[in-house]
């Protein structure tokens, strides 16, 4: 039964886990023994969290991923009420400043993690169901909009800035995919950057005292020298992407792990992957995650139905753009927002959303044509997504 599935896509995905758990346990083994913990502590927990989420995977690839659309209020409705759960005292746990997480029977997780692909599953199916009348802004586009904004309000509140520019993000790229009006697009893109300016304004002239940690975070970013404690972090992974050089010291060679880099299995993991590896290293993670996101975009164009089309590029959106945020945290473009790198970085949470996320992108890759013989969705007479059919009328 496996030999249906999408190979050039499990393949990359396990390979980017197996050196992320192995990168977790170079780069942890100093912290661990520091806090008298065992040298493994965090490899053992990794693993762990690697077995769930191989599970959500397995199970992802072979759930039809046309089924969640019968489920997508279910869905939204779980998703909101977790968001609004974690903020409440007693319910809600704290961690490095904000109150992310939920504890149900000694287990921990991120509820805002799992949100992102709950909003992609809603998005897509609101957005397929429309297409007959994708061009009325205020039926079609609005009532999104509206959740949306609440989920970003929401993850925001914990707050959680980094988890909320990518849910606005990704879905964005959702709503540029969705066959809406040209005028309409310019219209909302416009309203968007109007927002921003404004939002960046009332930040740069009150945010200080509004949002301290924030606010010190940018010019951490920005200025990391003129900023001894804030900028600390960065310099130290500057350090060690400088001396990774082209091969890098070795596996397990890294100096900044020696307490010198706060936390480096974590959002600055990839510091330790240059400083180990070099830039070889850094290359072959940014390539599988490249191709995955290359790949990806590619399941969704051929994808002929619309409600596949549009979840393929919200994941895979979701995976490019979390990606590039972390990255660019690591080089300094973006402040710390504590964002892990996909299937690289320390954490359940993230692990099993991206592996659940990439099982469904296998499965519906299986009903993609990648060569010139029929798909079982051309037999299935499954309608043309927006990339092929813009103003297809849904059956």
Request: glycine share 10%; hydrophobic share 50%.
């Amino acid at each position: 039964m496996f030999r249906h599935y999408d190979y050039t896509l499990i393949v990359p995905v396990l390979l980017l886990c197996g050196f992320g758990l192995l990168m977790v346990y170079s780069s942890s083994i100093v912290v661990a023994l520091h806090d008298d913990k065992p040298a493994d502590f965090f490899f053992t927990h990794q693993l762990m969290n690697l077995v769930a989420a191989l599970i959500a995977f397995l199970v992802a690839m072979l759930f039809p991923y046309k089924a969640y659309e019968r489920f997508t209020k279910l869905i939204l409705g779980v998703s909101l009420v977790s968001l609004v759960a974690v903020l409440i005292i007693g319910i809600g746990q704290a961690s490095t400043g904000a109150q992310s997480w939920i504890n149900i029977a000694g287990f921990n997780f991120q509820p805002s993690e799992f949100v992102k692909i709950g909003l992609i599953i809603y998005l897509a199916a609101v957005f397929s169901k429309k297409q007959n009348y994708i061009s009325n802004f205020s039926r079609s586009v609005v009532p999104p909009l509206i959740v949306i904004v609440v989920t970003f309000m929401l993850i925001v509140a914990q707050p959680d800035l980094g988890t909320g520019m990518i849910v606005v993000a990704v879905a964005g790229v959702m709503i540029i995919c969705s066959g809406m009006r040209g005028k309409h697009l310019f219209g909302l893109l416009s309203l968007g950057g109007i927002f921003a300016v404004i939002g960046l304004s009332v930040f740069f002239l009150f945010g200080s005292s509004l949002m301290p940690e924030q606010y010190s975070r940018i010019g951490a970013a920005y200025a990391p020298f003129d900023h001894p404690a804030g900028g600390y972090q960065l310099r130290n992974s500057y350090i060690a992407i400088a001396s990774g050089g082209l091969t890098g010291r070795g596996l397990g060679e890294s100096i900044q792990k020696y307490r010198f880099l706060p936390e480096p299995y974590t959002d600055f993991i990839m510091a330790i992957v240059a400083e180990e590896f070099g830039l070889v290293g850094v290359i072959l993670v940014i390539g599988l995650l490249a191709y995955l996101v290359f790949r990806g975009f590619m399941t969704g164009i051929r994808c002929k139905d619309t409600f596949g089309s549009l979840l393929a590029i919200g994941i895979t959106g979701m995976l490019g753009v979390q990606s590039v945020i972390n990255l660019g945290v690591v080089c300094g473009f973006v402040p710390v927002t504590g964002v892990p790198l996909p299937f690289i970085s320390y954490g359940g949470s993230a692990l099993v959303l991206f592996m659940f996320s990439m099982g469904i992108l296998v499965n519906i890759s299986m009903f993609v044509s990648w060569k010139s013989k029929k798909a079982p969705e051309q037999e299935m007479d499954i309608p043309q997504s927006p990339f092929h059919q813009q103003n297809y009328v849904q059956k």
